[in-house]
């Protein structure tokens, strides 16, 4: 009993010591504090770090284009707050960038590019301020087991990539709001209790999801809204040809078309998507809602169907990750 007590003792020990950052840098755009400038924070900290490192962010607008590379990893960056702690750009896809003489594209036009894993965000706005000008992305996700809570994203086309195949995200209690195609990519991603907002008459999401991928895009207790005036708006398109998207419990406004989703016709590389295609709904609400009138290839889950969509069998990997 003696050894099983010192056991368990030094294992709580070691999951206390791990749960704890093993560096805590705060950023002030007033020179108040260790850094200035965010990404002068995210390049100070250790590549392949020892465990957590925590970034705090004082309030302010930051300017900046920020990139978390692949080399860094357990990065928690938390904002004061969401409503004054704000990370924007405005670059935008054909815009020249000025260093390289280039045109940006939509893949680099990110105020926020994640590359690395394990990465937590809360309490802060990404904002790219382009707006009708060419793709333009706010945040860029390509890390593996990103986490984000109680955040912005604010933009318009294109405004969130959920970027990578293999990458698994989960959004909770954020607000994300865009024109077309605003939620788009290949990852597995969760919205847990968000508001999704349309600022034009066009699509939420356009999931790339691969054939092998069982889960694509996945809402859960949230709210579509839009801007004043707009009332006509798609669930979906589908990117790529085994695109997956699902709606679950979620409350959808009038400016949601009975239709729900569209096929994305015209596109000669894949021009029947919506036969291999899954874009589903479970139990949603409000004046949106017309599961009668839903394009034929689409799919009204049922409660037996439901069961497969909870958080540990959504992101369930060799790691048993669950956010």
């Known amino acids: ?39 002068s924070a995210i390049n100070s900290v250790r590549d392949l ?16 284009k920020v990139v978390i590379p692949s080399s860094k990893h357990w990065i928690t960056i938390e904002g004061e707050s969401k409503e004054n702690t704000i990370i924007t750009n405005d670059d935008f896809s054909g815009k020249l960038n000025s260093a390289t003489k280039e045109k940006f594209n939509t893949f680099n036009s990110y ?12 309490n802060v706005t990404i904002k790219n301020s382009s707006c009708n000008q060419g793709q333009a992305v706010s945040l860029h996700v390509e890390g593996d087991r990103f986490i984000m809570k109680n955040s912005k994203v604010i933009g318009c086309q294109d405004a ?30 969760v919205f847990k209790n968000c508001e999704i907002r349309s600022l034009a008459d066009s699509y939420i999401t356009a999931a790339a999801t691969s054939k092998e991928n069982p889960y694509g895009f996945v809402f859960m207790d949230c709210h579509l809204t839009s801007k004043e005036g707009i009332a006509n708006v798609f669930l979906g398109r589908p990117w790529r040809p085994f ?18 989703w569209n096929p994305w016709k015209g596109d000669k590389m894949f021009p029947d998507k919506e036969k291999t295609v899954f874009c589903g709904e479970f139990n949603s609400t409000g004046k949106g809602a017309n599961p009668d009138k839903r394009v034929e290839w689409s799919h009204q889950l049922s409660e037996k169907d439901i069961k497969n969509y909870t958080l540990d069998r959504i992101f369930n990997r060799s790691d048993f990750w669950v956010p």
């Open 1 to 39: 009993m003696k050894k099983l007590f010192s056991f368990l003792s030094f294992s709580f020990v070691i999951l206390s010591l791990a749960q704890s950052p093993y560096i805590t840098i705060t950023v002030a755009k007033d020179n108040s504090e260790d850094f200035n400038t965010i990404q």
């Open 49 to 64: 770090g020892p465990g957590e490192a925590l970034i705090k962010i004082k309030s302010g607008i930051y300017n900046e």
């Open 111 to 122: 105020t926020c590019l994640v590359a690395g894993d394990n990465i937590k965000i809360s």
């Open 160 to 189: 969130l990539y959920a970027a990578r195949d293999h990458s698994r995200q989960y959004y909770e209690n954020c607000y994300i709001e865009g024109t077309t195609d605003f939620i788009f990519g290949q990852a597995t991603a």
């Open 243 to 260: 695109a997956k998207t699902v709606f679950i419990n979620t409350r959808m406004e009038n400016h949601i078309l009975p239709d729900g």
